[in-house]
């Protein structure tokens, strides 16, 4: 679409949502805050009582309502807190603040939500909203609570393999996730392996999950939007809270610099798994070697309150996984003496900051402004020195080799949000981002003798790219029954002499039906230029992130999606069924065979590109959020698969997390004041897999081997194979358990928690192999990860 029909639409918008604007009306707008904290509430509800208007907060904890000039009954609720109600007549335009009080006892919350708090009436679907506190009321694995973990409970989000954090919503890979840390994006979200994400629940005060539907401000993927937000502080009094587990510990501080103007929160979490490994190993192997592995993760955010209109944000996020090996050893014999040495580092992680600037133009009009820089890093060297002190002719000889890869973003971005009246909420914006990929760098030196050096570096070189987006959306509220949200997203990347320019429309309503259900559907075009590449077969985090190229051209999909929402019992519950239906063109995965390590080749070589995926299904979400028991039910009924040219002799073939039934149910229960109780439990179909059904003679006398313990074979045979992904494992289920005993202190509180991890230890399979039993028989063997796993954890807060 030509960018003048872009500014046309961009005007009629606009147009429409003034319409009204001439009418004798005034603006209530202003913040909504935590009493005790200070903190912002996001998606707090406002509604007027006697002319049946709302609104909500916007992801800064601003709000503005424009109303007749007439007497006001404003009730502001949010989820765990007491309703606030102020009345007033409003003859002025009017800025307040509600400071909303936390209920002790959540068994005690009734909330009489009014209209623009149910489900039903918003326009927005294929969203769940997760409470922080009932996130860290599940149990923990391994003493952690961990935000991805309880995502993966949800509906239409598959978890990959055993123990990882990877999500894979409605038929998409990991990549196609636009996961945001105060509106910056992350690139890697794993800790050991994936057991553990990189969000500290302790620095967190929002998450939510966006499956379809996506509204226009968001762009860049194609299969979901994770956005989590870090707490601001506390700018009323210092507040501290820690916890030890079995594998890690985390402290977390926040404080008032100028009370109710400035403040600042810092929270570290760090493993110790290396204070263990590290003196084992080396008993394991006579002081030879040691092995250390650890993570850590560190969060700070500072605030200012500049004045009623302007506030300051300055964030950082710091997260690192190092694995490190060191071996020496010597040998000597009749005055020769040899040492050798070595020292082998893997290590990945992200860094981000960001500055923001929220300004309130007027009481109709918000601005957010951000500079952002955001970086992920994967490193593995091995650095090797081997001494001889010979008589006759000692020597040194030393070798080195590193493999690089990672991608670094420099962006700046400013929203706005425009409340021209109450039946208009228009968002519009744009972002600017600067990427440098550097997809796999190959660095060799070595030093055997004068005439001996090496000193060489190959692999693909570093490109640098500009990726541009523009947007605008209105919450257009045409009738009391009909509901529209209307956007377009254009965007724009530019890489060398390519470029690539999209406009993405997205559109989705809400009907009101009888007996407070409400009809939902949405349709969703998204474009993403940015390309993760993962050497499965590695077990490491080499993840190579590359752009789209003339070669490899831009992902792209539509999703199409309908559904019935329904708030039950003073919205107590919520009730949603919805089902999509997904396309997604020019997908890439790896060529058979290929490698991340010792490639000459350029990246694009070892791709196959032009791949076509689809996924449809069904989702159903029963949600409970307050009272003495809260969680939820889901259930996924879906299907999805991929296609490319060279794979699979063209033909389509299941994915690999392709899964028919997907069961979800987490529960917590509160019997009384100082003890909580917790249990989720999974149910998914097996992972598609690729086995051969049988072997025949080669024709050609090319032994293969392969080793199996201290077993030689050898064989001269071809595997046959059905199809690709023809098999599938066994399927995944699963129950956590946790209990947590609260005690109340002079300082504060503590806090006992007991979890298992797979409570009654079900051999969940992570991958098969072929395997001869004692009657040299070739049979299927199962490999499975983790038993049953206690833990216990300690913490506290002052």
């Known amino acids: 679409m030509h960018p003048k029909n872009v500014y046309c639409l961009c005007a009629i918008f606009l147009l429409l949502a003034t319409q009204h604007a001439f009418a004798q009306k005034f603006t209530i707008s202003g913040y909504v805050k935590d009493a005790a904290t200070g903190e912002i509430l996001i998606g707090a509800n406002l509604y007027d009582q006697i002319s049946k208007k709302g609104t909500s907060t916007n992801q800064f904890g601003f709000f503005s309502l424009t109303l007749r000039e007439d007497s006001i009954w404003i009730s502001c609720s949010y989820v765990g807190y007491q309703t606030q109600i102020q009345g007033f007549y409003l003859d002025k335009n009017r800025e307040v603040t509600f400071q909303l009080e936390l209920v002790s006892n959540l068994s005690e919350v009734v909330i009489k939500a009014e209209r623009t708090g149910r489900i039903e009436e918003n326009t927005q679907m294929s969203t769940i909203s997760i409470p922080i506190e009932q996130v860290k009321n599940l149990p923990a694995a391994l003493g952690e609570v961990d935000v991805l973990k309880i995502i993966q409970l949800m509906p239409g989000v598959a978890s990959g393999s055993e123990g ?168 000597t014999d009749n005055g020769y003496k040899e040492e050798n040495s070595a020292k082998s580092r893997l290590i990945w992680g992200n860094f981000l900051t960001s500055l923001r600037w929220n300004h309130v133009f007027s009481e109709k009009l918000f601005a957010n402004t951000m500079l952002n820089y955001t970086r992920y890093r994967f490193l593995v060297d091995v650095n090797q020195k081997n001494t001889s002190e010979d008589p006759d002719s000692p020597s040194e000889q030393t070798s080195y080799f590193a493999y690089l890869s990672g991608i670094n973003d420099w962006s700046g971005k400013v929203d706005f949000d425009f409340y021209p009246n109450p039946q208009h909420s228009i968002k519009f914006g744009a972002q600017a981002i600067y990427h440098t990929f550097k997809p796999g760098i190959t660095a060799i030196k070595a030093d055997f003798s004068q005439s001996e050096r090496t000193d060489t570096a190959y692999g693909s070189s570093r490109v640098e790219a500009l990726e541009t987006a523009f947007y605008i959306e209105d919450d257009w509220e045409i009738t009391r029954q009909l509901k529209v949200n209307a956007g377009l997203h254009f965007s724009g990347f530019f890489v060398g002499n390519s470029h690539y320019l999209s406009l993405q429309p997205r559109i989705a309503f809400r009907y009101l039906l009888p007996h407070n259900y409400s009809l939902k559907a949405s349709y969703a075009t998204m474009q993403q230029f940015v390309h993760l590449l993962t050497n499965s077969d590695a077990g490491l985090p080499t993840d190579l992130w590359v752009p789209v190229t003339e070669k490899v051209r831009p992902q792209f999909s539509q999703q199409t999606a309908v559904g019935i929402a329904k708030s039950l019992q003073d919205n107590r519950y919520e009730l949603s069924v919805e089902g999509y239906y997904k396309t997604m063109r020019n997908l890439i995965d790896y060529k058979e065979g290929a490698t991340f390590f010792g490639n000459t080749t350029d990246w694009q070589e070892n791709i196959e590109t032009g791949g076509k995926g689809e996924s449809y299904g069904a989702e159903f979400l029963l949600q409970k959020k307050t009272g003495k028991v809260s969680g939820w ?166």
């Open 164 to 331: 990882s954090t990877g999500l894979y919503v409605r038929g998409g890979s990991p990549d196609q996730n636009l996961i945001l840390l105060d509106g910056v994006p992350l690139y890697n979200v794993n800790h050991l392996g994936g057991f553990f994400s990189v969000f500290n629940a302790d620095a967190i005060s929002h998450v939510s999950l966006v499956k379809g539907g996506y509204p226009a401000r968001y762009g860049g993927r194609l299969s979901s939007v994770i956005d989590i937000k870090m707490r601001d502080g506390n700018s009323k009094e210092i507040k501290g809270q820690g916890s030890v587990g079995i594998v890690s510990a985390k402290l977390s501080l926040e404080e008032p610099i100028i009370k109710d103007k400035t403040s600042f929160m810092v929270t570290g979490r760090r493993t110790y798994l290396d204070l263990f490994s590290r003196p084992v190993s080396k008993l394991a192997t006579n002081g030879v070697a040691s092995f250390g592995y650890h993570f850590y993760d560190f969060n700070a955010k500072i605030n200012h309150i500049l004045s009623a209109k302007d506030r300051l944000y300055l964030s950082a996020y710091v997260g690192d996984d190092k694995a490190i090996v060191k071996s020496e050893d010597e040998y």
């Open 633 to 798: 039910l889901g259930y996924t009924l879906s299907w999805t698969n991929r296609q490319f040219n060279s794979i699979n002799a063209g033909r389509k073939y299941p994915y690999k997390y392709d899964r028919r039934h997907d069961v979800e149910v987490a529960v917590s229960y509160q019997p009384k004041p100082r003890i909580s109780v917790s249990a989720n439990w999974v149910y998914g179909t097996g992972n598609a897999i690729t086995l051969g059904v049988a072997r025949y003679p080669s024709l050609v006398e090319n032994y293969a081997y392969y080793w199996r313990g201290d077993i030689q074979n050898t064989y001269n045979q071809v595997q046959v194979y059905e199809g690709r992904n023809g098999f599938r494992m066994r399927s995944y289920h699963r129950m956590d358990l946790g209990i947590s005993f609260h005690k109340p202190k002079k300082w504060g509180e503590r806090t006992w928690t007991i979890s298992l991890y797979n409570a009654y230890s079900r051999k969940n399979p992570f991958y098969y192999y072929i395997d001869t039993d004692q009657d040299n028989k070739k049979v299927l063997k199962q490999v499975s990860l983790f038993p049953i796993i206690p833990s216990i954890s300690y913490s506290f807060q002052f």
